[in-house]
């Protein structure tokens, strides 16, 4: 989501120097910043700060995340201009682009569409700066792909309803109940 430079308000951070304002309180954290969309359509005019960790965020960390950058832009806006502040993750529709997206995504089902057109579906297992290995059905049983990130034209995870079978968490390096464990 690129933001309009046109559209932003002289009294609000650009998104450089938002990203630059926050960057450091979300490192010490544990979390760094994937995007930030300044909306000054928007009365009051919207901040929005999207955070991504190795661990995914929970609730208690999006509020803490959104109380430290509140505190922050209040600091630097100085009650110049109203604005609304939201701290969120990326959400499980945004496409996954780099290493560290598969690796966040590990023990989650995934569509995976080649370079090559074809697609296919699987759990992301372990993953390097070039290679992810996914679980992928063969025949009656589970088998291990690995892909080069290179040979990946689109990738996306998929909302699974019901529990992740076992022995593909297994395989994909996950244990315990959910993928996030």
């Known amino acids: 989501m690129a933001p309009d430079p046109s ?8 998104q450089t120097q938002l ?51 509140s505190d922050l832009l209040d600091q630097r806006i ?11 993750s990326p959400g499980i529709h945004r496409p996954l ?3 560290k997206h598969f690796r966040r995504a590990r023990g989650r089902k995934a569509e995976l569409t080649m370079t090559d057109g074809s697609v296919f579906t699987g759990r992301l297992g372990e993953v ?7 679980v992928v059905p063969a025949g009656r049983d589970l088998a291990i792909r690995e892909v080069a990130l290179a040979d990946i034209a689109k990738a996306v995870v998929q909302v699974e309803f019901s529990p992740p079978n076992r022995r593909e968490l297994e395989l994909s390096g996950q244990t315990g109940k959910g993928a996030g464990e």
């Open 7 to 14: 559209l932003r308000s002289a009294d609000l951070p650009s």
């Open 19 to 69: 990203i630059e304002l926050l960057d450091g309180e979300f490192a010490r954290a544990g979390y760094e910043i994937d995007d930030v969309v300044v909306d000054t359509s928007t009365r009051p005019h919207r901040i929005t700060v999207i955070a991504d960790g190795d661990e995914g965020l929970d609730l208690d960390s999006l509020a803490a995340l959104s109380r430290t950058a």
């Open 78 to 88: 100085a009650g110049e201009t109203p604005y609304v502040l939201e701290v969120t």
């Open 97 to 99: 682009t780099q290493a």
């Open 128 to 134: 390097d700066d070039a290679v992810v290995k996914v």
